[in-house]
């Protein structure tokens, strides 16, 4: 069963924790993981993209010369799609690129994630986040106390306002709850912060 150190705020070790082998031991299927952040982005595109029919085109509807005699190729509107500005055949229209993911291979690539982050030494547990200010700068400090400067992911499930204020200016830094980590955010992130009953939690709930 592996075991994390937990850490204060001052990165100093105050205890440990051990963690489920069924969530944070199991083996790791790309497969899965591949599956799981495909279908997180896919859900997350716009699908706004369009381009206008012949229907759709500004220009008139009356039949550019007649049929015969001019020597000239037939034409029915100036906005044929052959024409320069006419319409656009089969262009991207408005779409949902959402699908369904089973919720069983979802839960399956969060463990796979979370085991594959933990083997990289990317995850680490603190034993709170209690912050007496809401003050960007401050949290900055906390931050540097715990020698992290680039991308991190800090999961709490507690109500913590000061947390939330003073991260949500910084560049990378992000704040979730446990019930909306997904392997996209995992593998987004270099450091991934635990707090300890927050990873007591996900141990239960996943295991």
Not at 101 to 122: I, N, Q, Y
Not at 131 to 159: A, C, M
């Amino acid at each position: 069963m592996p075991a994390l150190d937990v850490i204060d705020l001052d990165n100093k070790v105050v205890g440990s924790v051990e963690l489920s082998d069924d969530v944070f031991g199991v083996t790791v299927n790309q497969d899965l993981i591949y599956q799981a952040v495909h279908h997180y982005r896919a859900s997350r595109r716009a699908g706004t993209h369009k381009t206008k029919t012949r229907a759709e085109v500004s220009g008139s509807g009356r039949k550019v010369w007649r049929q015969k005699g001019t020597g000239r190729a037939r034409v029915g509107s100036i906005r044929s799609p052959l024409w320069r500005q006419g319409g656009i055949v089969h262009g991207p229209q408005p779409r949902d690129y959402s699908y369904h993911l089973p919720k069983k291979m979802l839960l399956g690539a969060l463990r796979s994630a979370l085991t594959a982050r933990l083997a990289d030494g990317a995850i680490r547990v603190v034993k709170s986040f209690d912050i007496e200010s809401h003050k960007t700068k401050d949290f900055r400090g906390v931050l540097k106390g715990l020698e992290l400067d680039k991308s991190v992911l800090i999961v709490n499930n507690e109500e913590n306002r000061n947390l939330e204020l003073s991260s949500r200016n910084l560049p990378g830094i992000d704040v979730m709850r446990s019930t909306e980590i997904h392997p996209y955010h995992l593998l987004g992130h270099e450091t991934i912060i635990f707090t300890e009953p927050t990873v007591t939690k996900v141990c239960e709930t996943l295991g």
